[in-house]
């Protein structure tokens, strides 16, 4: 578990240190988020799937991606938690995401978007008994939103990963956020 999350913190800094050695436009660079994250039903025969899970995340926007650029990068930390028949189940994410703006900005400064994610997931089971199983795999994630000019932005995302000790871990999330 101690390597999982060393291994987690470290593609983390890996993605991050560039983005803290310039210093150009920084403005609006972290954003913040929170929703609900849905497995489906045929999870381990429905012992974890079909029950919402409460999500949040942050993200910090790399330098050089402007707030409305066509082009953003950004690396990003989500979390989901919930609970189904056989215990709780804990998802935690980090990886790097790009989205691309489609068509220009309406007067409003609103825009639609579109964009893919690719990171590490660490899974976090907790069964009846007081057992726990851990687990990280690489995960992918495909996004579709819609950032306001006032700084707040709507998400629906597909986040695909491998099974993980026969817990299917692939699900839909929907969030909203701010950028600070």
């Known amino acids: 578990m101690r390597f999982r999350l060393l291994v987690v913190i470290l593609s983390v800094a890996a993605c991050i240190a560039p983005a803290m050695r310039a210093a150009a436009d920084t403005q609006n660079a972290v954003a913040v988020k929170v929703g609900g ?22 993200e910090y926007r790399l330098a ?4 409305d650029a066509p082009f953003r990068t950004s690396v990003y930390v989500d979390y989901s938690h919930g609970r189904g028949q056989a215990g709780a189940l804990s998802l935690y994410s980090t990886g790097v995401a ?6 220009r900005p309406s007067r409003g400064g609103a825009f639609p978007y579109l964009g893919v ?15 726990g199983v851990s687990q990280t795999a690489f995960a ?7 950032q306001r000019g006032d ?7 597909f986040r695909a990963a491998p099974q ?4 299917i871990t692939s699900g839909v999330g929907v969030s909203v956020g701010y950028h600070l």
């Not at 050089?64 to 707030?67: A, D, R």
């Not at 790009?98 to 068509?103: F, M």
């Not at 992918?140 to 819609?146: M, T």
């Not at 993980?164 to 817990?167: I, P, Q, S």
Request: glycine residues 24%.
């Open 140 to 146: 992918q994630k495909a996004i579709l939103g819609l």
């Open 164 to 167: 993980n000790a026969g817990v």
């Open 98 to 103: 790009e989205r691309v703006r489609i068509g």
């Open 37 to 58: 994250y849905f497995l489906g039903d045929d999870t381990a025969g429905g012992y974890y799937g079909g029950s919402p899970s409460v999500s949040a995340g942050a």
């Open 64 to 67: 050089g991606s402007g707030f």
């Open 117 to 131: 994610g690719f990171g590490t997931n660490v899974n976090v089971f907790s069964l009846p008994g007081g057992q």
């Open 151 to 157: 700084g707040i932005f709507y998400e629906a995302y």
